[in-house]
């Protein structure tokens, strides 16, 4: 395998609306995933399909206690295809904009 690729997602909450950007994601197996919450808002990120990632990822909450930012990465044997998730956050009390949900878009590089 080549050398990973660090993708990044960003969400953005304020007391009017959420966003996640960008809203998909490409990214090959071995690829770093790393999520921050802009402002140092409390979100949770949550992966309906825990096949990716595994059960301990299925819902991850980004707080102070990890700076509002974690790091995934992609398994070596993830299946290729589209894993959606859903972004909730703690400063309106609801789920970041998406029609349809942001994706993980796995790719073979």
Same mark, same amino acid.
């Given at each position: ?42 979100? #949770?990120?949550?992966?309906?399909? @825990?096949?990716?990632?595994? =059960?301990?990822?299925?819902?991850? *909450?980004? !707080?102070? /206690?990890? %700076?509002?930012?974690?790091?995934? #990465?992609?398994?070596?044997?993830? @299946?290729?295809?589209?894993? =959606?998730?859903?972004?909730?956050? *703690?400063? !309106?009390? /609801?789920? %970041? ?13």
């Amino acid at each position: 395998m080549a050398g990973a690729t660090k993708h990044r997602i960003r969400v953005a909450s304020s007391s009017r609306w959420n966003v996640v950007v960008p809203r998909d994601v490409i990214a090959a197996r071995g690829d770093i995933i790393e999520f921050k919450s802009v402002g140092e808002k409390n979100v #949770t990120i949550m992966f309906p399909n @825990e096949a990716l990632f595994g =059960p301990s990822s299925r819902a991850i *909450d980004l !707080n102070g /206690d990890r %700076a509002w930012k974690m790091e995934l #990465t992609v398994p070596a044997d993830a @299946e290729l295809g589209a894993y =959606p998730f859903v972004v909730y956050c *703690d400063e !309106n009390k /609801d789920y %970041a904009e998406g029609n349809p949900p942001p994706r993980m878009i796995i790719i073979d590089d």
